[in-house]
């Protein structure tokens, strides 16, 4: 039972334009949102959240939608630079005792000079 | 500021042997703290987590078990390990009642041969 998914497996974008990583999720319980950048061997490092009393939330050259009825988020780089080449994660979890993060499969973004 | 160390970062181990991996967290009190597995091509699969000194919650039925002997060590153990257990093991910690970001330490990639 995937809570999570992201199905793109990899995505590839042209320097300086926009990088669109989408997430969608199925647990209504969920009430806060993640994105985590992993490079190869080293661990998620994180990026930028989202509460679900929101709808975006930006940082920079990162900003994350959040569309709750379609139970749906995405992240925006714009514009999108060569070091941002990484393995995107999106996750998510619902207030309990230890915040347990689901996360999805995520997906390879290469950004091309 | 808050560091987190795991060690080994890699280990090449034959089916069958035992298994030790430890994580410890630095410049913080109390926190949780969770185990995970990145599979090749997958995503983290959150394996335990732990609210405190003793306290263990499993996420997966498998192989393998954990412990929490301090309060900033966390150890994942295995006595008897097989070929389905290689992996990228990471650790991650967060603050309890706080925002949901979960800090991952550098991770250990185990081979089992």
């Known amino acids: 039972d995937q809570q999570v998914k992201q199905n793109s497996p990899s995505l590839s974008v042209q320097e300086g334009r926009i990088s669109i990583l989408n997430c969608d999720y199925t647990?209504?319980?969920?009430?806060?949102f993640l994105w985590y950048k992993k490079y190869p061997a080293e661990g998620p490092t994180f990026l930028i959240s989202?509460?679900?009393?929101?709808d975006k939330n930006e940082d920079g050259r990162f900003t994350v939608f959040l569309n709750k009825s379609a139970k749906h988020l995405s992240l925006h780089i714009v514009p999108s630079q060569p070091g941002d080449s990484a393995v995107y994660f999106c996750?998510?979890?619902?207030?309990?005792?230890?915040?347990?993060?689901?996360f999805g499969q995520g997906t390879r973004l290469t950004i091309n000079p | 500021s808050q560091t987190i160390h795991q060690w080994p970062a890699t280990l090449v181990q034959p089916v069958g042997s035992p298994l030790s991996l430890e994580c410890t967290v630095e410049?913080?009190?109390?926190?949780?703290l969770y185990w995970y597995r990145q599979a090749a091509g997958r995503g983290l699969q959150l394996l335990f987590y732990?609210?405190?000194?003793?306290?263990i919650s499993s996420e997966v039925p498998q192989n393998l078990s954990a412990s929490r002997p301090q309060d900033r060590q966390f150890i994942l153990s295995s006595k008897k390990l097989l070929l389905s257990d290689s992996g990228f093991y990471l650790c991650?910690?967060?603050?309890?009642?706080?925002?949901?970001?979960?800090?991952f330490g550098p991770g250990t990639r185990l081979t089992v041969t």
């Open positions: 989202i509460s679900s009393i929101k």
């Open positions: 647990n209504s319980m969920f009430d806060y």
């Open positions: 996750a998510a979890s619902a207030v309990q005792g230890a915040q347990k993060l689901v």
């Open positions: 732990s609210v405190g000194i003793g306290q």
């Open positions: 991650a910690w967060d603050r309890t009642g706080l925002a949901h970001e979960q800090y």
């Open positions: 410049g913080t009190s109390n926190p949780n």
